[in-house]
DNA sequence: CTGTTAGCGCGTTCAA
DNA sequence: TTGAACGCGCTAACAG
């Protein structure tokens, strides 16, 4: 018999991992099974003397709703995915602090999956993902494999880009204007007055970090600007140490700097600051992106493009509950954030 | 009729979600169900040309094991929580980054539970973890409610409680041994000639971190050494800066400061440099606590100490994939890393 | 408002 | 090696 199987076998003896069930509940209740599941069911009726009395038992008991299985039978997992590699950055941790507490605040449950190492992990983490019903996938980092883009969808799942933009169908594309950024760059610097304006970036950009140089450069190529640029390193701190280095070292060195990001900015103050004596903003304009908690450090004091966060996660939540979302590109601005490391000149652009 | 309802209604009209089961592979393949459930688990016996049917039904179809299911069924969900405040700080952050990966390449699926904001999520996130059946919850900051120890055992959900020793049976307490530290660190400063010794400390100070600072001035007690003591603002750089300022502006001016975190010497640091222009290690000696990424940084290049992230997460793991492991709590000494925040005599401790 | 019944998708027996 | 039957814990639908 399998039936009372559970009940016969010593608890000591079974393999099975041991849970309290609403039908334990149930009986200590002294009500029916069904009872006690109406009890954690929103919205459903139940008297307020057997609800009473199912919240006493399971009170007790310890009892708490089984939620695979619940999700199994309501084909709603309440779990979302955060596939981000390097999560240890300031900026991407920053991301998914936001993310995950803003999803929780919506009733969701957030599963993290890291795919730092090599590129093949965002497609196990799709699949993983999809594994675990998971009612939508948020990419941080990397780009899917647009061949999943069918067992997505034919699983109900939602899939969000941030920060990059793939021909992947029905999904949201979102992220800031970078284009626009690297653009606003290149005025603040012209503006503070800088002669020989450069620009630093990391040797593995990615799609959005290119976005800013393409910005700055095209800007630069309008005005009828030189710029000397300096591009190699990962995108990191230790990075911007070296770019600084190579600038500074140059002959004809630049006096107003753009880099991609703000690690990269940090690195390239420290640079001025630790190996040539030079501070911004006196002697050098230096401009960042991300905004992340650094760049507000006393030793920084970073002038840079806050990524717009909040509306790209209120966006993202807003779609991940929407019915079927269609396919959409949404850009948002990148606020400039004034602060010291640019010379004089605090004209507001635009 | 149940059974099959779902085959009957038009795909548009069912408000199920729909997705693809092991039984329309089985269908497509023309083998029967438990063939298809067999070639997805690991050591079943099928015949390769079954096997090889079923793949290509499966990859067709796009078929994933619905894993909500077979964790019910199976009663090992595969899922580890991980309950954290205040994600974005570099440590934590870094530590998240680390456990996620590790956890992945153990076979298990992290969920990620931000309690950032009230110390009250912290049960509210253990609550959840039970109710996905978690099959362990790793906690990395505040203290979890002695009462759901009883849920979490009934439910065979391990816990390790990191960095914080509780009243907390059946769990794994793990950290670094915060007061060792904290005494390495007064010798340090005493080797270094410092002769006005002081300590930065946040007001809301963790378990652990009160430890380091019990540590210090405890050692101090014992070398019959004065120990300036400036507590205030919360566990962050600013609290740094502001500290700094603070014992940089007494008459008695330190030139030797222990920082419970390293996010507080860098502030330390930063207000000696922009505030007084004093530097490290010339003008005063600063010794942190943490290894953040920013330590080594060129602008800080901070001597402190290392978390021994690595044997933490190694026994974790262990230990969460022990059947039944008993109340255990470890210690594990914290690297003294030496850089140039702390004037000459690099006499290695012990 | 309550209890009975069916089924979510899967893995695991048991008997062939 | 394969298929049939059962149950994991739960919720939705049905009937009273």
Redesign the interface.
Known sequence: MYKNQRNLMSEKVSS?????RAEDVARHAGVSRVSVSRTFTPGASVSAATRAKVLKSAEIL?Y??????S??NR???G?VA?IAA?????HR??M???L??KL?AAGK??????T??YEERVKDAL??A????TEAAIILSGAPDPSLA??CF???MKLVLINREEDFPGSLQIGPDNRAAGKTALKALLRAGCKRIALANSANATWSILERQKGFVDAADEAGVEVLSEVGGLTS?QAG?ELGTALLDREDRPDGIFCTTDLIA??V???A???FGLRTPDDLSVIGFDDI??AE???YDLTTFAQPTDQIIEKCLEWCTTEQPETETVKLPAKFVWRNSVQKARIPLK
Chains 1, 2 share one sequence.
Do not use: H
């Open positions: 099975r991992k041991q849970q309290v310890g708490r709703v089984n939620r695979l299985a999700s199994l084909s709603e997992s779990i955060l390097e999560i240890d950055t300031p941790s920053a998914i602090a936001e995950s507490d929780q449950v957030t599963m993290l999956i890291n730092s190492g699949l993983q999809i594994s675990f019903r069918d067992t034919s699983n109900g701190y140490l940090c690195g103050i420290d640079a600051r630790q190996r908690a650094q450090w006393e030793g």
